[in-house]
């Protein structure tokens, strides 16, 4: 009998046997009871993976890996593996070492019994066991004093528990429970050890038994439902959030997480007050350090130094608040002078200064966001009076701190401040976007997101802010972070060959570490990493060695921070183990939260979870705008392929037997219809749910016709999955050959470039640099990120619900390519993508997969953590669970009816009236119906299921430009035209260019070219709509259609404008000949950046030879006055 564990007993006899034999080789051993509490900590972590569905004998991991894939499921919660590692630890030492101090297996019984707790609270179906005081097990005679003070505080605690109880009156079971657990403390001393001895020795011999129990475990886990899995999951969460621990066992973990970290850690042996003193060459954690009025947990020493003290308190308490202990800690604490740093102490206008540079504070709990106050390892540099503190998961090591004191942030400020940024050959927008991240960095925000539209070169901004950070000593050590191997290649490469200063590079000034280096050398300055590779490196690398401390990296740039946009990507072969982009999501914060870093984001898309995470953007650069100043190219208004099936759907009869191809076998299955069951697809289920070989075989030839291979240019071909794209490929080599011959169609013509194939880099760079392929296949792996100027084609055959993946997706053909004469780039639209996702706001909320089970929507709505949460997840519920009720069969609706006393309809409407807590007690009190709503009709066919095979034949209707949703050019003319004429004497933008032309400046024209732009107003499609319309294709640029519609102006081609305007000023007066080359050269550069202002002589050839203010000495000072000039004459009523 154990008062600690027998509430095991029945729910695990083998956890119980170890925990009892743990408890009795206390006062016989401490070596032994240590090694049975870990066996303990070992096997519970085995029958947890096994009543999760998880055990897998076969495996052959480690208890250390087996545990670690638990947590990464979410199965076991951080402070429960804690725990589980502090067990494991202790016990391996007894085991190796033959040592063990009964203070040590007191303290591993204690996490034990906090263990026990947990799982009873778990999978006990008892969620509000209380289990009364722990009673502490009868100390043998060698034991010291400390540990038998700790018992005896123990044996009060169970008399004042006994007292309480009296005292309130409890109930007879709780005063049963207290006089048992009293009874326990005298009933110890007579049991015979042999008895125990002999118990173990058959534990031993019992190993094929327990295996065989863990298997039958697992073997019923894999049949119970989903839903039964996620409750159990959000049970451990529960349990975890109840564990109490006491200061000692908090500090017992502590010393686990720094000793992980490289300090010398033991709150028992190494104390102050048992002589323990900082010593060269050691990073020592002593506990107890004496301080005016007391003493602080722990003093950190590197060497003779002190350079931390870190406060701890149970769970329960307030982590900041405890901080503010620390910090007093940090002033009056006991230190001789060689003990100090020598940069200290800093006064800032303190009474007591601070002594030493950081201050740590934790309650034990790990690092949680949405409980921060509560949980994570806070510190604080006091060095600096602005510094302000900051939440960790995890500990920094020695050197990391080392490594912080060498960083004069002051320093590096003033050194970024007094450097102009013409250096680095940047644009003026780039040049912009550096600075108002630099301005951020200095103002102390954390999280900085810039936007810049694709192809603008958000890879040359950040190696120029790279430079100029590590330059002036800003950072330390950059992390350039991507999500996939390409990406990082593709940063490497421009790393290896943007050159800085002089004719130097970037990789010949800093030292850069590659994709394949685990840890940076003490020598890297930058490292480019996937985020896969460091999710891998930190939740799941076992070797503390190889694994990035959270002062690895001070700085940390996002490349594509949008990712995680996807309704519609699938995860890639390097995101197994993620089980989806929830947990891809999850596992990408916990890497960002995991570094103590200033977090730069770049993106062209920034999607609503980008925005939470960085806030909003302190820079941003359109693509409108880019097009405007010449930097990307524009499209044409895109050709809409309408097929017969694409315009009617694809529609089969009662009866039919249909065709069924599972997503992830390939295997057909026929189904057959019953005779009152139809089924009806609309174009946004092409290529998803519904596949049709003739419509796929009319859009390839589509493409034959409208591309010809022998056309300047490259095309992508946007598909929906990996097995279309292989059918896309296919069926296009044969269009290409019917249409033009076998000889004129090589075999690599046509390729495809997904996750699947192999060596997708090199036929990237094969794609980019090389004639051939031609046209290429893709789903996701050339959505972000990489660039292929000569793209001047997308096809469109998969329909995306994500505006960001969408404007992902036509940002691979924004790039200019002079090479191949590159004005514009088309468009072709077989599933009515652009007009679907046209009209969208660039920043739009990443929506909940809508293939998510009901179980797991469910077990979000056990999890929301407020109000405003709980309405949300119950949104989703309900629009679940009201598609799932319309695809009931006649028997699952009679026995929802039976189980809830109401039909599925009744059941939603009336709850989706009700609060997200009385949705969820609906459901905990109805738990078949969510099994009948998701089960399987019989003799139907679900949309989950796979895709169905429509063998209906097509044939082409027509191609068409489009201008919107169904609008002709005229009707888009009109409606131009209404819009200039309504909003010229409103808008400041069409103010300048209508009324005062001569005073127009690039700013002005960027907001009128963003404002039409919001109305799918763009230069290309105006000119493509005039030109249809009037027979007549004019060059005219943004601001002469705007000056049509509101004037009346004829469309004269913006070129001869300028020719124009330059005749007209030269023989406005006597120019000197440098005077002349000047306004032929600002001629020249008005043809492709429109608008005379200052800022075109800031930039480019002008800027090398000394920008506005040294032309304008040229011209007397007069140059403002000559720009006001030209731009009068290209737009003034007499230019016409």
């Known amino acids: 009998m154990s008062a600690n564990f027998d509430y095991l007993k029945e729910l695990s006899p083998e956890l119980h046997r170890l925990a009892v034999l743990a408890e009795r080789f206390f006062a016989l051993d401490a070596n032994t009871s240590l090694v049975k509490s870990r066996q303990f900590g070992e096997y519970m972590v085995k029958e947890i993976a096994a009543l999760s569905g998880a055990y897998n004998p076969d495996r052959r991991e480690t208890t250390f890996e087996l545990l670690r894939r638990l947590r990464a499921a979410q199965i076991v919660p951080r402070e429960i593996g804690d725990i589980f590692h502090a067990i494991r630890k202790s016990g391996n030492e007894a085991n190796h070492d033959f040592g063990g101090t009964p203070a040590e297996a007191l303290a591993a019984l204690k996490f034990c019994r906090t263990l026990g707790v947990w799982y009873r609270r778990t999978y006990g179906s008892d969620p509000q066991f209380k289990p009364g005081p722990f009673v502490p097990p009868k100390p043998s005679k060698d034991t010291d004093d400390s540990t038998r003070q700790e018992l005896d505080k123990l044996r009060r605690q169970v008399r004042e528990s006994e007292e309480r109880l009296r005292t309130l009156e409890a109930s007879a079971e709780d005063l049963a429970k207290a006089r048992a657990a009293a009874e326990e403390l005298a009933r110890q001393a007579s049991e015979e050890s042999a008895v125990w001895e002999q118990t173990a020795i058959e534990l031993e011999a019992n190993h094929a038994e327990l295996t065989r129990r863990l298997s039958e475990l697992q073997a019923t886990a894999e049949t119970v439902p989903e839903q039964q899995l996620l409750e159990l999951k959000q049970a451990g969460f529960e349990a975890a959030s109840r564990v109490e621990l006491d200061e000692q066992q908090t500090r017992l973990l502590i010393d686990v997480q720094l000793s992980e970290m490289g300090w010398e850690a033991d709150s028992d042996a190494l104390r102050h007050s048992a002589?323990?003193?900082?010593?060269?060459?050691?990073?020592?954690?002593?506990?107890?350090?004496?301080?005016?009025?007391?003493?602080?947990?722990?003093?950190?020493?590197?060497?003779?130094?002190?350079?931390?003290?870190?406060?701890?308190?149970?769970?329960?308490?307030?982590?900041?608040?405890?901080?503010v202990q620390a910090e007093r800690y940090a002033r009056t604490i006991l230190l001789a002078p060689e003990q100090q740093h020598p940069d200290g102490p800093w006064q800032h206008g303190?009474?007591?200064?601070?002594?030493?540079?950081?201050?740590?504070?934790?309650?034990?709990?790990?690092?949680?966001?949405?409980?921060?106050?509560k949980s994570g390892i806070w510190y604080r540099?006091?060095?600096?009076?602005?510094?302000?503190?900051?939440?960790?998961?995890?500990?920094?090591?020695?050197?990391?701190?080392?490594?912080?004191?060498?960083?004069?942030?002051?320093?590096?400020?003033?050194?970024?401040?007094?450097?102009s940024l013409g250096k680095g050959k940047l644009r003026p927008y780039q040049e912009d976007a550096v600075a108002a991240i630099e301005h951020a960095v200095e103002a102390g925000q954390r999280q900085i997101l810039i936007s810049m539209a694709t192809g603008t070169g958000k890879t040359r901004t950040a190696i120029a802010l790279m430079y100029r950070l590590l330059k002036h000593k800003r950072f330390r050590r950059i992390l350039f972070l991507v999500d996939r191997k390409a990406l990082g290649k593709q940063a490497g490469d421009a790393l290896e060959t943007t050159e800085i200063e002089g004719l130097l590079n970037f990789a010949q000034i800093?030292?850069?570490?590659?994709?394949?280096?685990?840890?940076?050398?003490?020598e890297d300055q930058v490292q480019v990493a996937t985020v896969q590779s460091l999710i891998a490196r930190i939740l799941n690398e076992p070797d503390v060695s190889q694994r990035p401390t959270p002062g690895t990296f001070d700085c940390i740039i996002v490349d594509e921070a949008h990712r995680g946009y996807t309704l519609d990507a699938e995860l890639?072969?390097?995101?197994?183990?993620?089980?989806?982009?929830?947990?891809?999501?999850?596992?990408?914060?916990?890497?960002?939260?995991?570094?103590d870093a200033v977090k730069i984001a770049l993106t062209a898309t920034p999607a609503l979870h980008t925005r939470e995470i960085f806030g909003h953007p302190v820079f941003h650069y359109?693509?409108?705008?880019?097009?405007?100043?010449?930097?990307?190219?524009?499209?044409?208004?895109?050709?809409?392929?309408?097929?017969?099936?694409s315009e009617a759907g694809i529609h089969f009869e009662g009866g039919e037997e249909v065709e069924i191809v599972d997503r992830k076998t390939g295997q057909i299955d026929l189904f057959a219809l019953p005779d009152d069951v139809s089924l009806d697809y609309d174009l946004a289920d092409f290529n998803r749910r519904v596949y049709s070989e003739s419509f796929n075989r009319i859009v390839c030839r589509a493409i034959a016709t409208e591309i010809p291979p022998d056309k300047p240019g490259k095309t992508l071909i946007f598909a929906a999955r990996d097995t279309h794209a292989d059918d896309i490929v296919r069926l296009l080599v044969e269009e290409l050959q019917e249409e033009y011959g076998t000889d004129a169609v090589p075999h690599i013509m046509v390729a495809k470039i997904t996750g699947t194939i192999d060596k997708a880099d090199e036929l990237i760079l094969r794609f980019k640099n090389d004639p051939l392929p031609k046209y290429v296949v893709t789903v996701d792996l050339l959505t972000t990120g990489i660039d292929v100027p000569a793209i001047s084609n997308l096809v469109f055959v998969r329909r995306v619900k994500s505006r960001i993946l969408y404007d992902q997706m036509i940002g691979r053909a924004t790039r200019l390519c002079p090479e191949i004469g590159k004005e514009h780039f088309r468009i072709f639209d077989a599933v009515d993508l652009y007009a679907e996702l046209q009209e969208m706001t660039d920043m739009h909320p990443v929506v909940v997969k809508p293939d998510i089970s009901l179980g797991q929507l469910v077990a979000d709505l056990g999890k929301a953590v407020d109000d405003e949460d709980r309405r949300w997840v119950a949104g989703q519920v309900i629009v679940r669970m009201r598609a799932l009720g319309k695809g009931m069969d006649a028997e699952s609706r009679e026995s929802f009816e039976r189980h809830t006393g109401e039909s599925p309809e009744d059941a939603v409407q009336r709850l989706a009236t009700r609060s997200g807590i009385e949705l969820a007690e609906w459901l905990k009190a109805h738990p078949r119906a969510m099994e009948l709503l998701e089960r399987r009709p019989s003799g139907t066919v679900r949309a989950n299921d796979g895709v169905v095979i429509s063998t209906h034949e097509d044939e082409l209707l027509?191609?068409?430009?489009?201008?919107?949703?169904?609008?002709?050019?005229?009707?888009?003319?009109?409606g131009f035209e209404r819009f200039v004429r309504e909003n010229m004497n409103q808008v400041p933008a069409l103010i300048a260019v209508t009324q005062r032309p001569r005073d127009l400046t690039r700013k002005e024209l960027s907001e009128l070219a963003g404002l039409l732009d919001e109305r799918n107003y763009s230069e290309?499609?105006?000119?493509?709509?005039?030109?249809?319309?009037?027979?007549?294709?004019?060059?005219?640029?943004?601001?002469?259609?705007?000056?049509?519609a509101a004037l009346g102006d004829p469309l004269v081609p913006y070129a001869t404008r300028v020719e124009r305007a330059i005749l007209a000023i030269e023989k406005s007066r006597a120019w000197t000949p440098k005077q002349k080359n000047w306004l032929r050269r600002i001629g020249r550069a008005l043809k492709d950046k429109p608008v005379a202002d200052p800022t075109l002589l800031d930039q480019g050839v002008f800027a090398d030879k000394g920008g506005f203010n040294r032309i304008s000495q040229e011209f007397d000072g007069a140059l403002d006055d000559v720009l006001h000039q030209f731009n009068e004459a290209i737009w003034g009523p007499s230019a016409a």
């Open 958 to 974: 027509r191609i068409e430009e489009m201008f919107g949703k169904n609008t002709t050019p005229e009707d888009y003319i009109s």
């Open 510 to 522: 800093y030292k850069v570490a590659g994709l394949d280096k685990k840890v940076p050398e003490p």
């Open 1020 to 1044: 290309s499609m105006l000119r493509a709509a005039y030109g249809k319309a009037r027979n007549a294709d004019i060059a005219a640029h943004i601001i002469g259609f705007v000056r049509q």
């Open 275 to 323: 002589g323990t003193r900082p010593e060269d060459g050691r990073a020592l954690a002593i506990a107890e350090w004496p301080c005016v009025g007391g003493s602080v947990d722990y003093a950190l020493f590197v060497g003779m130094v002190c350079i931390g003290v870190v406060e701890a308190k149970r769970g329960s308490f307030d982590v900041p608040s405890t901080l």
């Open 572 to 595: 890639r072969e390097s995101d197994i183990g993620l089980r989806n982009l929830e947990d891809y999501q999850s596992a990408y914060r916990q890497i960002l939260d995991y570094f």
């Open 622 to 645: 359109g693509y409108r705008q880019a097009v405007v100043e010449g930097y990307l190219t524009d499209h044409l208004p895109p050709r809409r392929i309408t097929t017969a099936l």
């Open 350 to 373: 303190l009474e007591e200064p601070f002594r030493v540079p950081f201050v740590f504070a934790t309650n034990g709990r790990p690092f949680v966001r949405q409980w921060l106050t």
């Open 381 to 419: 540099d006091v060095r600096r009076e602005t510094n302000h503190p900051v939440a960790l998961p995890q500990w920094f090591s020695p050197n990391d701190l080392v490594a912080k004191l060498r960083t004069d942030v002051d320093a590096a400020v003033r050194g970024l401040a007094e450097e």
